[in-house]
């Protein structure tokens, strides 16, 4: 009869020991509460803005060029133009960036949540019939935390892109303005 209690017990101990994967939960759970709090500051940032920001680069760098037709201009006399271009061209891609980054965090959101389900339920095979042992939450493991930290580099990417793009545009519109009333007013001089 012990020993029947013995083997009983051997085999409860062995059906309820450690999950394939549980060794990642924490770490999971952890890079889901980071990339919520990049998500949240993510979209509080002014995203609508940089549309009419673009409207506005766009139409005073294309005031600038018509005013410049014809006109060649040093380095140093062309900055303001540079810069206002430059501007340009990060406001204009920032609605692509925002809803491709959306997108992602949704779906890097999704993928670590079923993983961490997978392993708290001891799923055995996934959707595609693949088994899902030690090796397979190792490997999808590493997948979403390398996916997800690039989606955090993203992020931070397409903040700074859209602060830099933001900053000051006025004033550079008026000193690129500026610049092309001055240097269009100049004489020109004819060549020999």
């Not at 949704?106 to 996934?126: P, S, W, Y």
Request: with cysteine.
């Amino acid at each position: 009869m012990t020993c029947r209690l013995w083997i009983f017990g051997l085999l409860l101990l062995s059906a309820c020991g450690p999950r394939p994967g549980a060794e990642h939960l924490n770490a999971l759970q952890r890079q889901l509460t980071v990339i919520d709090s990049a998500a949240a500051v993510f979209n509080a940032a002014p995203h609508d803005a940089a549309i009419q920001a673009h409207l506005i680069a766009d139409s005073a760098l294309a005031a600038v060029e018509t005013r410049m037709q014809g006109l060649v201009v040093n380095l140093e006399q062309g900055k303001p133009f540079s810069d206002l271009d430059e501007r340009r061209r990060l406001l204009k891609k920032q609605p692509g960036r925002q809803r491709r980054i959306t997108q992602e965090i949704d779906r890097t959101r999704r993928q670590i949540g079923n993983l961490i389900e997978a392993i708290v339920d001891g799923a055995k095979v996934d959707a595609l019939g693949a088994p899902m042992d030690q090796t397979y939450f190792d490997e999808a493991t590493a997948d979403e935390m390398r996916i997800s930290t690039h989606l955090l580099e993203e992020m931070n990417i397409a903040l700074d892109f859209l602060q830099r793009g933001l900053s000051n545009l006025d004033d550079l519109v008026t000193k690129a303005d500026s610049t092309s009333a001055a240097l269009s007013a100049l004489p020109k001089t004819e060549s020999p």
